[in-house]
C-alpha cells in the first residue's frame, strides 16, 4: 500500500479540535524538532516514506517500533507582534484513542495533561531566535564546548528553531497548515528517562540520494564506528541522581568518539550518578538479541540512516545510597528498559513505494551493529 498525501497544504476540510502543542523535552538527536500532542504521543513532520512505512511495519518488529496513531493538520501561525504558534488540529472523530495501548490512557494521565498545559511553550521570533518559556524543575547539561544549562534538551531546542524556521518559510502567509505525524511517546512510560540515540548499520545513504551526498555519508561512516562497529552515538541523555540533572552529548560528540570512547559512553550511558546499573544489562541484551533475530527474518529490507532507541528510567531503584527514589510515577506496564527503531524516511524494502534498488538477504549493516551492541553490554556485566 502506497500512499501519496501532501506535507504542507492551506485548507482543511473537517471538522478540528485544536491542541496547542508543546515542545517535547527529551528529544536527544534528529533533523526536526519533535512536539508533544498530549501526554502519551509526539508528532513530527510527515515525511513520505516515513509515513507509508509506518503503515506497513512487519507485525514482528512492531513490539520495537513507535505506535502510529495517524496524522494531523498543524498550524503554523504568525500573530502581528512577530510570535509564531503551533497549533495541532486532530478531526473530532478519532479511532487512535480507542486503540489497545490508548485505553489505559486513565483520568489520573488526563489530569497530567490538562495540570502540564500551558508548562513548556515555544515561539520564534522574526529574528529567528527562539523563546522557551519552561515551568519543569528538569535540568539539561550540555557536555560539549557550550556546557549550557537548559530546562529542555539542548539538542531538542536546536531541532525546533531549525523546524519552526523551515515551516515559516514555506508560506510567507500569517497561516500556514502542514501534515505531521503521530507516534507513541516512548518516553512517558519513565520519570527520569535515561535515552540513547544509536545510528545503526555500516552504510547511512538511502537508494536515492544525489552523488555529493552519498559522498558525504560514506565519509561519515569510514571516519566514525559506523564503519568499525556498525552502530555510532547520535545523541544521549543520562539523568544524573546525585546532582539531580540530565547530562547530554550530541551527535558530533559521537562522531568524534572510537572505539574505546563509543564502549566508555555506553557505560556512562548506565551510570545514573551513584552506581553502574548493571541490574539492566540482561534486560537490554535480550532485547537486542530478540531484535537480532526479528531483522534477520526480513529479507530486502534496510533501514538506512534510522536509528535504536534504549531508555530506562534512571530512578528506578531503591538500594542505592542517595535519594533512594522510586519509580512511582511510572505506569504500572512500564518496562524496566525498552527498545525502539525510529526514523525511516530512507527504508526500503521489496514493493515499496516503487523502488527500483532491490537488495538481496537481511540488512547486515544493521545486524553487525546489534552483534557488536550485544557484545560491548555483555562485556559491561
Not at 44 to 49: C, D, G, H, I
Not at 93 to 101: G, L, N, P, R, Y
Not at 153 to 166: A, E, I, M, V
Request: proline share 4%; with cysteine.
Amino acid at each position: 500500500l502506497i500512499r501519496r498525501m501532501p506535507e504542507c497544504s492551506g485548507v482543511m476540510g473537517e471538522e478540528y479540535e485544536s491542541v496547542p502543542l508543546q515542545p517535547f523535552l527529551h528529544q536527544v538527536s534528529g533533523h526536526t524538532g519533535m512536539f508533544q500532542y498530549d501526554d502519551k504521543t509526539v508528532c513530527k513532520p510527515l515525511n513520505v516514506r516515513e509515513y507509508n512505512f509506518y503503515l506497513n511495519v512487519p507485525h514482528n518488529l512492531k513490539q520495537f517500533t513507535a505506535e502510529f496513531r495517524g496524522t494531523i493538520e498543524v498550524e503554523i501561525h504568525e500573530d502581528s507582534d512577530g510570535y509564531v504558534t503551533i497549533l495541532g488540529h486532530r478531526p473530532t472523530s478519532t479511532d487512535w484513542q480507542k486503540s489497545s495501548k490508548c485505553e489505559n490512557f486513565s483520568e489520573r494521565a488526563s489530569q497530567k495533561v490538562k495540570k502540564e498545559e500551558g508548562q513548556h511553550s515555544l515561539r520564534l521570533l522574526r529574528s529567528g531566535s527562539v523563546e522557551v518559556s519552561t515551568q519543569t524543575d528538569q535540568v539539561f547539561d550540555s557536555q560539549d564546548s557550550t556546557n549550557k544549562t537548559e530546562n529542555i534538551n539542548p539538542w531538542s531546542l536546536r531541532c525546533h528553531k531549525k523546524t519552526l524556521t523551515k515551516l515559516r518559510k514555506a508560506n510567507q502567509g500569517p497561516v500556514t497548515h502542514c501534515k505531521f505525524i503521530l507516534l507513541e511517546n516512548v518516553a512517558a512510560q519513565y520519570c527520569h528517562p535515561s535515552i540513547l540515540d544509536l545510528k545503526m548499520g555500516t552504510r547511512q545513504h538511502g537508494d536515492d540520494v544525489s552523488p555529493d551526498k552519498k559522498e558525504r555519508f560514506m565519509k561519515k561512516c569510514q571516519n566514525t564506528t559506523s564503519s568499525s562497529l556498525g552502530v555510532r552515538i547520535c545523541g544521549m541523555q543520562v539523568y544524573q541522581e546525585d546532582s539531580d540533572k540530565y547530562v547530554c552529548v550530541n551527535k558530533y560528540y559521537g562522531r568524534s568518539l572510537g572505539v574505546d570512547g563509543f564502549k566508555q559512553t555506553l557505560h556512562q550511558f548506565l551510570h545514573n550518578g551513584f552506581v553502574l546499573r548493571k541490574d539492566l544489562l540482561d534486560p537490554i541484551i535480550q532485547k537486542l538479541k530478540d531484535l537480532h533475530r526479528h531483522i534477520q527474518s526480513h529479507d530486502t529490507y534496510r533501514f538506512y540512516s534510522s536509528s535504536l532507541l534504549i531508555m530506562y528510567d534512571s530512578s528506578s531503584q531503591d538500594d542505592h545510597p542517595g535519594k533512594g527514589l522510586g519509580n512511582d510515577k511510572a505506569g504500572p506496564g512500564s518496562n524496566p528498559v525498552d527498545v525502539r527503531m525510529i526514523d525511516f524516511a530512507h527504508s526500503t524494502h521489496s514493493g515499496f513505494q516503487n523502488d527500483t534498488t532491490v537488495h538481496s538477504g537481511p540488512d547486515q549493516g544493521y545486524l553487525y551493529g546489534l552483534k557488536n551492541l550485544i557484545d560491548v553490554f555483555t562485556d559491561m556485566r
